[in-house]
Nanobody, 120 residues
């Protein structure tokens, strides 16, 4: 079983930056993904980083976010720059045993999430 604990969320202004962290324990081979869910909306994929190093970003990221991992610290990061009001959501870290997974159903372990609120 994989345990995931997110941190780093907060209240920021539009244009600011935040770095989210996901501390992991257990087996994290496969893919680690960041998802987000805004009130009244479905949870959506933000970015994925796989064991082999491949990375995927959702179209709305538009070069503003960077996903990375520190294997020595068992931590996955999401650096978010140029934040927009529409980035306001609860952000979740998740793990899939399948490398490169972009389908939410492929993720079997989830953290509790961290709230990101962007004010204009």
């Amino acid at each position: 079983q994989v345990q995931l604990v997110e941190s780093g969320g907060g209240l920021v202004q539009a244009g600011d930056s935040l770095r989210l962290s996901c501390a992991t324990s257990g087996r994290t081979f496969g893919a680690m993904g960041w998802f987000r869910q805004a009130p009244g909306k479905q949870r959506e994929l933000v970015a994925v980083i796989s064991t082999g190093g491949s990375i995927y970003y959702a179209d709305f990221v538009q070069g503003r976010f960077t996903i990375s991992r520190d294997n020595a610290k068992n931590t996955v990061f999401l650096q978010m720059n140029s934040l927009k009001r529409e980035d306001t959501a609860h952000y979740y870290c998740a793990r899939s045993p399948t490398a490169g997974a972009v389908n939410i159903q492929a993720y079997d372990s989830w953290g509790q999430g961290t709230q990101v609120t962007v004010s204009s």
